[in-house]
């Protein structure tokens, strides 16, 4: 009911009696006032009760009005955001929530909600916009559901006061975001360093079931066609060393995200040198573990999180020769992937000198296959070609260049550079949603495409298993042999 209903219709309400003759029924009568049959029963109960009080609508405000806080709560508040901000941690309403709520007292004995802290501080001005960003929500989440069957390393190099470079490792446990060793070390980024900080953390913690590392050659030379003594290191103890693509670094996001907070708690305590920052990175680990408050993990810290969860740790080591067949895989994919693309006419030193131009006799150059084409896909252009008909695919591949393999039973496309294959299907091409020239991409029979979307995954589902229902019922249609 939008409006309140005024005293002339409640009294007619009140006074209304259905037993008159030629009366209207008690629906008939709802209808001329526009009102239901529940508001016509519970106005008249009212009316038993308070007699001419009916006649009037009831308050709209609040049995329990919302409470307000006085200028002691706000400035606790704000000192508790100050020196979050100070020491260099999240000074956000949820963190500064979990601060007021392990203090021995607090202003009146009462904590405000997050919501509250958020409105307290920002009417005094205490508050950093921040600028409208993706939600959430829309993200697929990558992330492992037992603790040690995931660990991600990286390491990124930090100034310290004395204007030296040291190098910060972090190592932290995928599913629970403990931090199971972060350490510095002088040197530039390289495998010894990263051996070392394995090393220390699988004495302490056990080895885990997997490590991911992106494609530094300090940390992973398997792309290399190499076995690294990362990858020994961690093979003898059980644990596979996986990557992720080139150029995608939101695979590792747990850990990028990660330097933000390790790089502002450095930066709020200024080390001077090296001996300072391995101190702070102790107290980090501390914090960060047993106190900070985690959204992730539903404001649990990663301690809690790491007691919590089944362990999944490695079990037994892993055999040389299957580092050495990823090796060789990578490699092959390296020489595939050269032979697709030219080599560049110019050739700049380390100095920016242009060095001299080889003559066609002198420079290697490897020709591409004559079943084999370097194509390049564009937003307003997203499709493949084959044999006339245009395949659509979906806005992820725009922007990227191809190379596309036709053999006499397969339709590849594949990254010219890493060899992956993107797209492919079994020839001769079958489709069931096909206008004209063009087709869709997930209504191919036997169609495969790395990292799909959602719904291009959905509908090609659906598709998939239209075919096996017709194969069933027309064998001899589906059988090219």
Not at 154 to 177: H, K, P
Request: one cysteine or more; glycine letters at 4%.
């Amino acid at each position: 009911m939008p409006n309140a209903l005024s005293p002339r219709v409640r009294a007619m309400i009140i006074n209304f009696d259905p037993t008159q003759p030629d009366a209207l029924t008690v629906s008939e009568f709802c209808k001329t006032q526009k009102i239901s049959r529940s508001i016509f029963y519970r106005l008249r109960e009212r009316a038993t009760q308070e007699s001419a009080g009916a006649l009037h609508p009831r308050s709209r405000s609040p049995k329990q009005p919302s409470r307000r806080y006085g200028p002691d709560v706000i400035n606790e508040l704000v000192r508790i955001r100050k020196e979050l901000k100070k020491d260099g941690w999240d000074y956000g309403p949820k963190t500064i929530h979990y601060e007021a709520t392990i203090l021995d007292e607090f202003p009146g004995d009462r904590i405000p909600s997050v919501a509250t802290i958020a409105r307290l501080l920002a009417s005094v001005g205490h508050v950093e916009r921040s600028p409208r960003k993706r939600p959430k929500s829309s993200y697929l989440p990558f992330v492992r559901s037992t603790a040690m069957a995931l660990w991600q390393l990286d390491a990124f190099e930090y100034r310290t006061g004395s204007d030296q470079v040291v190098t910060v490792y972090q190592l932290i446990d995928d599913a629970t975001r403990f931090d199971v060793g972060s350490s510095a070390y002088a040197h530039h980024e390289n495998s010894g360093h990263a051996q070392q900080v394995l090393a220390t953390a699988i004495t302490e913690y056990g080895p885990p079931k997997e490590v991911l590392i992106d494609n530094s050659k300090a940390f992973n030379q398997l792309r290399g066609g190499t076995v690294g003594i990362v990858e020994a290191y961690l093979a003898s103890q059980g644990s596979m060393p996986i990557t992720g693509l080139p150029g995608r670094p939101t695979t590792q996001g747990k850990n990028e995200r990660s330097h933000q907070t390790i790089q502002r708690f450095l930066k709020a305590n200024r080390p001077h040198d090296l001996a300072d920052v391995q101190k702070l990175l102790r107290r980090f680990r501390e914090h960060y573990n047993q106190r900070r408050p985690h959204q992730s993990l539903n404001q649990a810290t990663p301690q809690m999180a790491w007691e919590l969860l089944e362990h999944t740790p490695a079990t037994e080591p892993i055999p040389m020769v299957v580092l050495e067949a990823k090796a060789a895989e990578y490699l092959m994919k390296r020489r595939i992937g050269s032979s697709a693309v030219d080599r560049a006419d110019v050739v700049v030193s380390k100095t920016g000198d242009i060095l001299k131009k080889l003559t066609d006799e002198q420079q290697p150059r490897m020709e591409r296959e004559s079943h084999q084409l370097l194509i390049r896909v564009s937003k307003d252009n997203c499709q493949a070609y084959y044999r006339g008909k245009q395949i659509s695919l979906p806005q992820t591949c725009a922007g990227r260049q191809f190379l596309r393999t036709t053999t006499e039973n397969e339709f590849i496309l594949s990254d010219p550079d890493t060899a992956e294959v993107v797209l492919s299907f079994p020839l001769p091409l079958v489709a069931l949603r096909v206008h004209g020239r063009f087709v869709a991409s997930y209504s191919i029979r036997g169609v495969h495409l790395a990292n799909p979307t959602k719904q291009w995954d959905r509908k090609a589902a659906e598709y998939q298993a239209v075919y096996e229902a017709r194969e069933e019922d027309m064998p001899e249609v589906f059988d090219y042999r």
